[in-house]
Every structure is written in C-alpha cells, then in structure tokens.
C-alpha cells in the first residue's frame, strides 16, 4: 500500500515499499516511489509544481560506462554531453515547484584522460593484461573513453582541463535558469593522484540553480556556529569526506553533502527527487530527514544496490 503525505501530488509505489517511523519521530508515511527506468520518461506521469527539490549527480563525461552505448555520458564530445545534460534538467522543470531548488553535483576531466597511462597495462604484444582487468572497476571499461577524438589544437589537446562544469553552468543560465550558488565541494581524504606535472584535484562544484527569483531556502538549519560562538553561514566552500561503499560501487556525494542541501533546500514533509539515483544516498538521508522522495534509476545493479542499502538503514 502506498499513501501520500499531501495530496499535491499523486504518486504509486514501485518496486519497494515505504518504511514507517515511530510515531515519536514522524506521525505520517514517509512516500517513497523508486522506479527503474529512463528519468526523462518517467518524470511525465508527475504533476507539474510538486517538487521541492531536485538533488542529484549525474554521470560525468567519458568517465565510466554503466549500460552500454548511448547512455548520457557516452556523447562524442563534451560540447554534446553538456547540451544533453541541460535537456534532462529542462525536462524536469516544470515538474519543480516555482519556489523549488535544484542542486547538481558535477565533475571535471581532462582531455585524453587515461589514453596515454592504459599503455602500461598492455603486454608486449599489445593486449591488455590481467593486471589491468583486475584494476578496474566492476562499471568502469578496460578501454580508453575518448579514442574517436583527434586533437585540434585547441579544446582537444591532450592533457587539456574541460571546465565542463563551467560549460554546464552556463548552458543552464542561457537556457533560463537562475545560478544562485557554484558551492565547492572540498574533499579532504582525497586519495594522492601520481601525476607529477599538476596539483592534485581536490574538489567538485555543486551548482545551485532556482526557476524563480523567490524560492524557499532554510538558511538556520545549515548554520554553523564562529569563532565568536554565534551561528554564521557556512560560506559556499563545504569540507566533507568522501564516503566508502561496501562492494563494487562507489558512492558519487556523501550523506553529510546531501544533508546540507536537503535540510536548507526543501521543507520538512517535501517532496525530493533524483533522476539518477546510483547508489541511493539521497533517498536514504531524504528519508532520514522526513521528507518523501522520488527516485529513477536506469541502471539495474544500482537500483537494488540502493534497495539494499535502504533495507539496512530503516
């Protein structure tokens, strides 16, 4: 059975169901809808102006493959990845409540990224050896993600930063949206890169976008207390460890990260939704703080990581 905390918005349960707080902690059904499939698509059966926020990090370009070719991310060059990108967000726009908040995680590469550093891993006659097979990840390929593009001399030169996350942010602001906040996310446990010819990449930007110029926000419940011990803003550059996942999957933001911006970003009993769920970090602090959740997940093996997960947090 699965009933809404609000009637604002009609929703069905698939796949999982919701879980109960004691009454002591939270007196109504917590909705949770988490289905398997593509977001774009599933997102329409929604009103609408029900969402309270859209919390997520999408997959990064060139970075990894998750089920095969023409999946986002897999675009030919990275140009093409940021306007697919903002097509997914547009999509979910008028899903978003006029007052509602959209937070984006999003990374950075470097072009040629991993094409020269794959050659160590070959054998004398040029296969890849079990030692790099062995090396990667379940999700990650054993081949280099970016063969098909030649070097111009100018974007594409190897070695080359992306600024994809600027390219982002500024594709969102010409298509309309409102960028209130680039928030760094800084990583302290980073581990040690072996580059030796540039500083270690030790962060990522979270980009803050609103539809409209009033829109809710919570500022007291993300404030963190001065040195004079009074309550301050905490400033838009945030230190939070990267969190460890058991098995193959890694976790893309930590609770800690998600809990800022859900506390300051939706009202308790709101409605929060991922388009790409991965591992489920936003579904199980959005629960843990009292707000329903919507989730979409394309990828099988991540969905019923994410169900486990949840299964063992509640």
């Known amino acids: ?139 990650f390929t054993t081949k280099p993600l970016q063969p098909k593009l030649k070097q111009n001399g100018k974007l594409y030169q190897n070695k080359q930063l992306l600024l994809i996350p600027a390219r982002f942010a500024i594709a969102m602001q010409d298509s309309g949206w409102i960028l209130r906040d680039d928030i760094i996310w800084h990583k302290p446990n980073r581990i040690p890169a072996s580059v030796k010819d540039r500083f270690n990449n030790t962060y990522e930007h979270v980009f803050h976008f609103v539809k409209n110029k009033s829109y809710f926000f919570d500022l007291d419940s993300v404030k963190v207390i001065g040195a004079n011990g009074n309550p301050k803003n905490p400033g838009d550059v945030w230190s939070i460890n990267t969190q460890a996942l058991d098995g193959d999957h890694t976790a893309t933001f930590p609770e800690k990260l998600i809990e800022k911006i859900v506390l300051c970003a939706s009202p308790e009993n709101g409605l929060v939704y991922d388009p790409f769920l991965g591992t489920g970090t936003s579904w199980i602090v959005s629960n843990r703080l009292k707000r329903n959740f919507i989730g979409h997940e394309i990828n099988e093996d991540f969905i019923n990581y994410a169900n486990q997960r949840y299964n063992k947090n509640f």
């Not at 919390?55 to 999946?71: D, F, H, L």
């Not at 959209?102 to 040029?126: H, M, P, Q, R």
Request: proline letters at 3%.
């Open 1 to 139: 059975m699965c009933q809404s905390a609000t009637k604002k918005f009609d929703t069905e349960c698939h796949l999982f169901d919701e879980k109960i707080q004691s009454k002591n902690d939270f007196e109504i059904k917590l909705n949770n809808t988490i289905e398997h499939g593509d977001c774009r698509k599933l997102i329409s059966k929604f009103h609408d102006d029900t969402i309270d926020l859209i919390v997520t990090s999408p997959p990064y370009w060139a970075k990894r493959i998750y089920n095969g070719s023409g999946e986002l991310g897999s675009e030919e060059t990275p140009e093409e990845f940021v306007k697919e990108l903002v097509n997914y967000f547009n999509i979910f726009k008028p899903k978003l409540k006029k007052t509602g908040n959209l937070f984006v995680n999003i990374g950075d590469t470097f072009f040629g990224s991993g094409a020269g550093a794959w050659n160590k891993y070959l054998d004398e006659n040029g296969e890849i050896t079990q030692t790099q097979k062995d090396r990667k990840e379940k999700f």
